[in-house]
């Protein structure tokens, strides 16, 4: 990977930054120096503006110049260059400079007429080679000052860094990530990049282009549609894309390797007609064929494959007049699997693809589009087309005291919370000295705590660790009583995760409350005989109570969002004890923000479910069988893990609400023990392609979905392996049906499924619900 010092400085200050602290402190961050060049411009070469230019009287490939180099006067220059008669401002060797191949500029006559200095290209000036002929000057370099010496443009006499990267450092593939690493460990800010768009507009896109995705998606796909007239680079693109050795003859092609080395977002540009059909529109058809392959489709031909390649012929070059830019986001795993497995040839973006990418594809388009409107001549339509897809990002909990435990030196977490920000990591407290962190992206390589340790020892610098002497400590031995301590602390997070505030309180309650709410208690002769307080007079026999207390206190505190959850011990009758965890969820479901225009939806059973699951994970729901006054007749269930009830969710009663004087509030108390993990024996899994399938049918209203469930269950279809409902709907034609939409997804072991065997399975599919279920096609 190879960067300049003046790209970086774009993105972070490094003006008070020797190349000698900038060399040490790339190493000291793991981003290992190959080498580091500083370009030395000669002397007495100085910024010259051609004021004449003719051709030599004796000779054809000659021409006559008469250059303005500033107070030296006006200075006759003969040169053989083609492109001198277009230039204006060019580099100019005056008498007596030496060039960096020894070349002393000495007074000259060519074929009889007087030279008095040197028009000279770049790699005269020991810069990258650019193409052929002389090297012209433009404002990218800076202000154009006739007279001033070349070797003051910071942006010519740079400085070109090659770094070794580790495979794990995909983020670093970029000029921002680099930076971005670099202001972390400099204690610098980042500068923000800007784009005022200032590109003539167009219609909205809707009006040429659409984009219909097939499939379950795999990619981020952003597009935009411009016209182009005409398209140009500048001299600071040209000469660092040939530093960086990623200079081509195309000058969109540059453009586009530019954006993409400065963000290290994939960006590739097609040539709009590839997409028009015959109503000449543009239609784009991402299509997902299998895990981490996502075609391209226009015209029914595929013309590319999502962080792989693209075909020659769709590309758009310098000449294209209607440009479809795409911004490309891939996970890198994904990805590599899937070429490994399907042999895809790839092109040369996907090295970036594989090693890890950036996922912000706005970013990327406003870097190209701020290149394009300053450079070329575009017009943009306004709007984008855009395919997204619902990613979780990993979250790290990160403990100060664990991390100086794995380092082997005190770091204060204010420490440890100012490199996690500059990161890139979203943190919220979760205790004392804890944060759990949220890792972006574009870190596709952090995972677990040691990670989270190893990147804080590379900014602290692995010279500033404090040397002590090695300790062993055998940790105790594993039994069941930790891992239910662990599974109890994954719980915990999980909960966090999901927005839940843990709640601690007593394992004493008031038994009235209990009885008032059909909670049993325990007998009279086993109950406290000295309690702590009047009010808490028994063993709780549930948590609610005491999470509906806290929630009226937080009410009172003027919270509008109380999402709590407890995970402690509950008494039967005979003080038998047992574990419980309980979550309750009360008002807004998000903070007032500009997000929400101050008006966030509340809770509702379907938000809360999830954010169960995403605590204890998977399991069913059934009618509720639990009876107590704070269950809601109407919006309950039973949760089943394993076939077996373990606990409850229901709406808060409306009487409960108004006795706690709640807003719309959900429940939800599952036994402990049944959300233990379970050992899971290995299944194969298959190497032929599934297929997905709906059916329709229409059923009785009063027959509930796990009565349908249960036929589908009892199936003996080697094939079928899954089948949940996406659609319920009913209407007054329907009268007392209702029609039920079901997917299945089928699948073989040992071979491509053919029509005849899913036709097969779809149709004993609708037997056993005609028999069973009373069901008809709809």
Same mark, same amino acid.
């Given at each position: 990977m190879r960067v300049t010092r003046s790209w970086l400085n774009e993105f972070v200050s490094l003006a008070d930054i020797s190349n000698e602290k900038l060399y040490e402190t790339l190493n000291a961050i793991g981003l290992e120096v190959g080498s580091l060049k500083q370009i030395e411009l000669p002397s007495g070469v100085l910024v010259g503006k051609i004021l004449a230019c003719e051709k030599h009287p004796d000779a054809d490939k000659l021409n006559v110049c008469t250059i303005d180099v500033g107070s030296g006067g006006a200075r006759q220059i003969v040169c053989g260059a083609a492109n001198v008669v277009n230039a204006e401002y060019v580099a100019v060797a005056t008498i007596g400079a030496v060039l960096p191949n020894g070349l002393e500029i000495k007074p000259a006559t060519l074929r009889g007429v007087e030279s008095e200095g040197m028009v000279c290209s770049s790699t005269e000036l020991g810069l990258p080679q650019m193409g052929d002929g002389i090297m012209m000057l433009d404002t990218?370099?800076?202000?154009?000052?006739?007279?001033?010496?070349?070797?003051?443009?910071?942006?010519?006499?740079?400085?070109?860094?090659?770094?070794?990267?580790?495979?794990?450092?995909?983020?670093?593939?970029?000029?921002?990530?680099v930076a971005r690493d670099l202001s972390v460990a400099l204690e610098l800010d980042m500068k923000p990049f800007e784009?005022?768009?200032?590109? =003539?507009? #167009? %219609?909205?896109? $809707?009006?040429?282009?659409?984009? *219909?995705?097939?499939? !379950?998606?795999? +990619? &981020?796909?952003?597009?935009?549609?411009?016209?182009?007239?005409?398209?140009?680079?500048?001299?600071?693109?040209?000469?660092?894309?040939?530093?960086?050795?990623?200079?081509?003859?195309?000058r969109l092609a540059n453009l586009l390797a530019?954006?993409?080395?400065?963000?290290?977002?994939?960006?590739?540009?097609?040539?709009?007609?590839?997409?028009?059909?015959?109503?000449?529109?543009?239609?784009?058809?991402?299509?997902?064929?299998?895990?981490?392959?996502?075609?391209?489709?226009?015209?029914?031909?595929?013309?590319?494959?999502?962080?792989?390649?693209?075909?020659?012929?769709?590309?758009?070059?310098?000449?294209? =007049?209607? #440009? %479809?830019?795409? $911004?490309?986001?891939?996970?890198? *795993?994904?990805?590599? !699997?899937?070429? +490994? &497995?399907?042999?895809?040839?790839?092109?040369?973006?996907?090295?970036?693809?594989?090693?890890?990418?950036?996922?912000?594809?706005?970013?990327?388009?406003?870097?190209?589009?701020?290149?394009?409107?300053?450079?070329?001549?575009?017009?943009?339509?306004?709007?984008?087309?855009?395919?997204?897809?619902?990613?979780?990002?990993?979250?790290?909990?990160?403990?100060?005291?664990?991390?100086?435990?794995?380092?082997?030196?005190?770091?204060?977490?204010?420490?440890?919370?100012?490199?996690?920000?500059?990161?890139?990591?979203?943190?919220?407290?979760?205790?004392?000295?804890?944060?759990?962190?949220?890792?972006?992206?574009?870190?596709?390589?952090?995972?677990?705590?040691?990670?989270?340790?190893?990147?804080?020892?590379r900014i602290i610098g692995i010279n500033n660790i404090t040397a002590k002497p090695f300790v062993f400590t055998e940790k105790p031995r594993l039994n069941d009583t930790t891992e239910h301590y662990r599974f109890k602390k994954v719980l915990k997070n999980r909960a966090v995760g999901v927005s839940f505030y843990e709640n601690v309180s007593y394992v004493f309650t008031q038994r009235e409350m209990l009885e008032c709410y059909g909670f049993p208690a325990v007998k009279a002769e086993l109950d406290l005989v000295n309690p702590i307080v009047e009010e808490l007079n028994t063993l709780r026999s549930t948590i609610l109570i005491n999470l509906l207390s806290a929630a009226k206190r937080n009410v009172s505190y003027t919270k509008k969002s109380i999402p709590l959850f407890e995970i402690g011990?509950?008494?039967?009758?005979?003080?038998?004890?047992?574990?419980?965890?309980?979550?309750?969820?009360?008002?807004?479901?998000?903070?007032?923000?500009?997000?929400?225009?101050?008006?966030?939806?509340?809770?509702?059973?379907?938000?809360?479910?999830?954010?169960?699951?995403?605590?204890?994970?998977?399991?069913?729901?059934?009618?509720?069988?639990?009876?107590?006054?704070?269950?809601?007749?109407?919006?309950?269930?039973?949760?089943?893990?394993?076939?077996?009830?373990?606990?409850?969710?229901?709406?808060?009663?409306?009487?409960?609400?108004?006795?706690?004087?709640?807003?719309?509030?959900?429940?939800?108390?599952?036994?402990?023990?049944a959300c233990l993990p379970k050992h899971i024996n290995a299944k194969p899994i298959s190497n032929f392609q599934g297929v997905y399938k709906d059916l329709s049918v229409v059923i009785n209203k009063d027959l509930g979905y796990h009565e349908v469930a249960k036929v589908l269950n009892g199936l003996a279809l080697p094939t079928l392996k899954e089948c949940f409902p996406i659609d319920i709907y009913g209407d007054e034609k329907l009268g007392e049906r209702k029609s039920l939409t079901i997917r299945c997804f089928i699948q073989s072991m040992d071979k491509t499924l053919e029509e005849g065997d899913i036709e097969f399975v779809m149709s004993s599919i609708m037997s056993s619900l005609q028999k069973e279920c009373n069901a008809a096609l709809r």
């Open positions: 990218s370099i800076g202000k154009l000052e006739v007279g001033r010496e070349l070797n003051t443009y910071k942006r010519l006499a740079d400085t070109i860094i090659e770094l070794e990267l580790t495979a794990n450092r995909g983020d670093c593939l970029s000029i921002h990530g784009y005022k768009k200032k590109e =003539k507009v #167009l %219609l909205g896109i $809707a009006r040429e282009a659409e984009i *219909h995705a097939q499939g !379950e998606m795999d +990619a &981020d796909l952003h597009y935009k549609l411009t016209t182009a007239e005409h398209i140009s680079t500048s001299l600071l693109v040209e000469l660092r894309l040939a530093m960086v050795e990623a200079r081509s003859n195309d530019y954006a993409t080395h400065t963000t290290g977002v994939i960006l590739r540009a097609y040539d709009g007609v590839v997409f028009r059909n015959e109503n000449n529109k543009i239609v784009v058809r991402p299509t997902s064929k299998t895990k981490g392959v996502v075609e391209i489709v226009g015209n029914n031909e595929v013309l590319s494959v999502v962080g792989v390649s693209q075909k020659k012929e769709t590309l758009a070059d310098e000449t294209s =007049k209607e #440009l %479809l830019l795409e $911004a490309s986001y891939i996970h890198p *795993h994904t990805v590599v !699997e899937a070429v +490994a &497995d399907a042999s895809l040839q790839t092109d040369d973006l996907y090295y970036k693809v594989s090693r890890g990418s950036n996922p912000d594809l706005v970013f990327g388009l406003s870097v190209l589009a701020s290149l394009l409107n300053t450079l070329s001549d575009i017009a943009c339509y306004e709007g984008s087309l855009t395919v997204e897809v619902a990613r979780e990002h990993e979250t790290v909990v990160v403990n100060a005291k664990e991390i100086s435990s794995i380092i082997g030196m005190q770091i204060e977490i204010g420490k440890i919370v100012t490199i996690l920000q500059k990161m890139g990591c979203s943190l919220s407290a979760v205790g004392q000295d804890v944060v759990a962190a949220r890792i972006p992206a574009f870190r596709h390589d952090i995972k677990h705590i040691q990670d989270i340790a190893e990147e804080i020892v011990a509950v008494f039967g009758s005979k003080r038998e004890q047992k574990e419980v965890i309980t979550l309750l969820f009360s008002g807004q479901l998000e903070k007032e923000s500009l997000k929400n225009a101050g008006k966030p939806k509340m809770i509702d059973f379907i938000t809360f479910v999830q954010k169960l699951s995403a605590v204890i994970g998977t399991f069913d729901l059934l009618p509720c069988t639990h009876h107590n006054g704070l269950i809601h007749p109407y919006q309950s269930a039973d949760i089943i893990i394993d076939n077996k009830v373990c606990g409850f969710v229901s709406k808060l009663h409306p009487s409960a609400q108004e006795s706690f004087d709640l807003p719309v509030t959900f429940i939800a108390e599952v036994d402990f023990e």
